[in-house]
């Protein structure tokens, strides 16, 4: 081996020697002079090997507790106690180490048994049996939500209160409820033409929908007897609006546009029932449709209703050309413009006045 390997080896065991030697030093000094636990056992066996000693327990509002340990170092189990009188009495170590709080502060009982079963929590009451859970009141059911109104994708008008609609593979009317259309026979006057009340409302209706699809409220019973096959007639009747109703929107509230309201508001259905109340006076203030030229108003009321809507369809065009500089721009009427009628009994105002 080389001489300089053999000499790091030796300062190393040498190293390891020297700091084995200082542990054990420190060692022994904490046992014999930090240590409680080995200083009094140390004292206890010393007591017992030079002869009698005694050993005092403090206690608050009782005088210290005294106990003569044998010459041969047994321990006896009894003390003896000396009250403020003088009188002097004999218990255990184990007595004179219990201190009861209260009224009877300072009486020496036995000590209680401790469990000490894992798990088990410490409570000043007797726990006799096991604790039962209340079940309570079961929970309510969740809330049913309204089913969401049957969508027609493909609706043709029939009439100023009926449509046509595909409802599995076969064809079914449409009533709108809540509303009836103009008389038959009821005439009204826009720009300058008498025309039927009925089919003026009628092409009102066809230019609102615009072959968009629409969702109709039909009662319960309605679709029952209709999927059961015990129906008289395809007719069916209910609220309907342009759109389809969804889930997400059903939750938000969201109100799709009603075409009985619509109707009404623009003065081409009469509600009843008392449904649609507000649309009606709205109808009545602004004087469309079914509550403007109105047959059986005087020709001379007539003429004049004419020459209103006349100026002002004028004034808007005027207004529109003006706004852009160029061309006439888009603008929407206060009734749609009927298609034009003529079934052999209309004829100008100015001809009938004449």
């Known amino acids: 081996m080389h001489p300089k390997v053999k000499s790091l080896l030796s300062g190393m065991l040498y190293f390891l020697l020297a700091m084995i030697l200082t542990l054990g030093l420190f060692w022994g000094i904490w046992v014999f002079f930090v240590d409680p636990e080995t200083s009094s056992g140390a004292q206890v ?3 017992g090997l030079a002869g009698t000693s005694s050993v005092q327990v403090s206690n608050t ?9 044998p010459k041969d170092g047994h321990i006896e189990n009894k003390i003896e106690t000396k009250s403020n009188s003088g009188k002097e009495t004999q218990i255990s170590i184990e007595e004179a180490e219990i ?14 048994s401790r469990n000490v079963t894992p798990g088990f929590e410490a409570s000043p009451l007797t726990q006799i049996q096991s604790l039962k859970r209340d079940s309570g009141n079961p929970l309510p059911p969740p809330p049913k939500r309204a089913k969401l109104p049957p969508f027609f994708r493909k609706v043709v008008v029939v009439s100023s ?4 609609a595909d409802l599995r593979s076969s064809q079914v009317i449409l009533r709108l409820a809540n509303i009836d259309g103009p008389p038959q026979d009821q005439t009204c006057v826009m720009f300058g033409q008498k025309a039927n009340c009925n089919k003026l409302a009628k092409t009102a209706l066809q230019r609102f929908l615009r072959g968009r699809g629409i969702s109709c409220d039909i009662s ?3 679709q029952q007897a209709y999927q059961g096959g015990q129906r008289s007639t395809d007719r069916l009747s209910g609220r309907c609006m342009i759109g389809r109703m969804t889930k997400t929107a059903q939750a938000r ?3 799709l546009p009603d075409l009985g309201e619509w109707m009404v508001r ?27 030229g109105i047959g059986g108003v005087s020709r001379s009321e007539q003429r004049r209703l004419s020459n209103q809507t006349r100026s002002a369809l004028d004034q808007l065009a005027n207004d529109a050309i003006q706004s852009s500089g160029s061309e006439p721009a ?17 004829e100008p105002v100015s001809d009938i006045a004449n």
């Open 61 to 69: 509002g009782q005088a210290p507790v005294q106990a003569d340990l």
């Open 253 to 255: 509230n969201v109100v």
């Open 45 to 47: 066996a010393q007591s």
């Open 220 to 222: 319960e019973e309605q």
């Open 161 to 164: 209160t009926e449509l046509k």
């Open 330 to 346: 888009n603008f929407d009427l206060i009734a749609p413009e009927p298609e034009t009628v003529n079934d052999g009994n209309s």
């Open 266 to 292: 623009y003065g081409w259905a009469l509600p009843h029932d008392g449904h649609y109340q507000a649309a009606l006076e709205e109808a009545k203030t602004q004087t469309r449709g079914l509550h403007g």
């Open 99 to 112: 201190k009861l709080q209260g009224p009877q502060a300072g009486t020496n009982v036995l000590p209680p």
